[in-house]
Structures are given as C-alpha cells and as structure tokens.
C-alpha cells in the first residue's frame, strides 16, 4: 500500500477501554451541537482584577491538583483527528500516536498483516508502508512531509496545553490579566482572563517558509476565572525582526476531564486564521509510558 492509500484509509480502529486509563467513556463521534465553527471572541469587560502572579497560580492548582512538579515529556495517545473538510488525501482517521521531547514523532494505524506508520526524528519526516521505509524528502514528498510536519506541530502543542501554567510561565513581558467574556456556544459564555506576551519558540500547525516546525510567537492566552482552566490559546508565528509571519493559530480545548493528577480536554479545535481546521479526540492517553525512549520512536532500521 503506498502514501496515498495511507492518507485516504477511512476505516478506524476500535477506540481503546478509557476505563482502564480513568477516562469516562468515548464521547459520540457526531459533530456537537456545541462545536465552535471558530475561535470564540473574548470581549473585554473592566470588572475585577488579578495579578498575573495569581492567575499563574489559579492555573497552576487547576491543572495539576495532584501531579505538581511532574515533568510531562512525553505521551502514548489514541487520537481521533477529524478535518473540518474532508478530502481525498485528509480523512478521519484513529491514530497510534508517541511523541518524545524534543521533537520525536511515530503515529500508526495498524491493519490486518501490515502496519502503516509515519513519524519525525533527527532525520526529519519518514514514513513505513508494509516493508517500504521512505524518506520524505523532495518534491515527491512535500505534500507526506508537511502533513507529517503539522502532525508533529499537533503533538507538541498538546504535550505543551497539558500543562498551560508552564505556557504562561514562559511569557515574556506579560499582559496584565484582563477580563473578559469567551463564547461557549451561541448561547453560553464563561468570565474569563486574557493574557498577551511573547514566547521565544511556539510549536507550529502549518511550517514556517523555511521548513521550521516551531517560531518565536505571540500568544494569547484565554483562562476561566471561576475555575482556572485553559480555554483557549491563539498563537502569531513572528519572524527575526518580531513583525507577524505566517498564519494565525489557535486551539479551544473542550470537555475537561481529570485523568491521573491532570485536567486535561478530551477534545481540541484546531483553526488556522480563525477558521476551524479540525477536531482531535483523545481516545486514551498514557503520560509516563515508560517504554518511550529515543530509541523506540525513531523511524525503524
């Protein structure tokens, strides 16, 4: 089987026992009645204050009530990504993924007698169909290689919106929290916090001009302010000089569940200049698999 039946293989693998992980059970697959159609608008309300200390905190405790100083390097997940349009080359489709810090990606889909695989590591994208292991270089591969790449983008912002008090902490010069009211849906909003500032790195849905899959970036950042979580957050790659480069990119997390010391979104939006891209289900997510080494995420051979 090629690349091209790779990407266009519709048939899903049997969503995993979340009870054994402490997950509720899967949610139905059919487009909520709630599914934002884009990034819901934040609109400023002068009412109340919070330092930014504070709401660092707020954050902190939400999102981590018993997991604190954990370091959250990698994870072993079952996703379920769902493009906003489905096309030939971009279906539904339940994924195996492994992510490593800093940059190591495999993700596959296992078929009766062969498994189709694809994956980043320090020799960039890759991808094994049967016994064919390709390097996903050239022009041949470019369309494999950036979905590879947008992939990798996907797996680092979700490492990294596990624990978006270390996001906040990262800010340089940041905003003072402002209040706020965020959409939910067309008929419920919740009072939140809005945090501005830069970071020097941001990992990247859509490459930068240069293949890279991260950039310095402005970030804005949407907190509940009853309860300190994550809602959403919008990130502009910048280039050198610090001007706006690159599409506008951002996740609204849903469905917030507590799962082995986190709280963590059983569901992400991705958009792309506030247009919804796709939806990504976590089916099941391990976040201290001990087996994840270098070693076990590089392409194989």
């Not at 608008?41 to 009530?65: G, S, W, Y």
């Not at 390097?73 to 339940?94: G, I, K, N, W």
């Not at 994956?119 to 049967?130: C, I, K, R």
């Not at 990247?204 to 957050?233: R, Y």
Request: net charge neutral; with cysteine; hydrophobic share 40%.
């Amino acid at each position: 089987m090629n690349d091209s039946a790779f990407r266009a293989r519709q048939r899903l693998l049997p969503c995993l026992a979340l009870a054994a992980l402490g997950l509720p059970p899967c949610a139905a697959q059919d487009e909520p009645a709630t599914a934002p159609t884009r990034p819901p608008d934040a609109t400023p309300r002068p009412v109340d204050a919070i330092t930014f200390e504070a709401l660092l905190d707020q954050v902190r405790a939400a999102h981590r009530p018993t997991a604190a100083g954990r370091p959250l390097d990698r994870f072993h997940a079952t996703l379920r990504y769902t493009p906003a349009r489905v096309q030939e080359d971009s279906v539904e489709v339940d994924l195996d993924v492994t992510y490593l810090e800093p940059g190591f990606l495999r993700y596959r889909v296992e078929e009766p007698g062969q498994t189709l695989e694809k994956g980043f590591d320090e020799n960039g994208a890759w991808s094994l169909v049967g016994k064919q292991l390709n390097r996903l270089q050239g022009k041949t591969h470019a369309t494999d290689r950036a979905h590879v790449k947008r992939d990798l983008g996907i797996a680092r912002q979700l490492l990294r919106l596990l624990d978006p008090a270390a996001v906040l902490a990262r800010l340089e010069s940041p905003s003072a929290p402002l209040r706020s009211r965020f959409k939910l849906n067309e008929k419920d909003h919740a009072e939140v916090w809005v945090v501005r500032g830069r970071v020097a790195e941001f990992p990247l849905h859509t490459p930068g001009p240069d293949g890279a899959t991260t950039a310095p970036a402005e970030l804005q950042v949407t907190i509940d302010a009853k309860t300190g979580l994550l809602h959403a957050i919008e990130s502009q790659p910048l280039d050198p000089a610090g001007a706006a480069s690159g599409p506008r990119e951002g996740v609204v997390l849903r469905d917030m569940v507590e799962h082995d010391g986190l709280v963590l979104p059983r569901e992400l939006f991705l958009y792309r200049n506030r247009e919804r891209q796709a939806r990504v289900g976590i089916r099941a997510i391990d976040l201290a698999p001990d087996a994840v080494t270098p070693a076990t995420v590089r392409r194989p051979g």
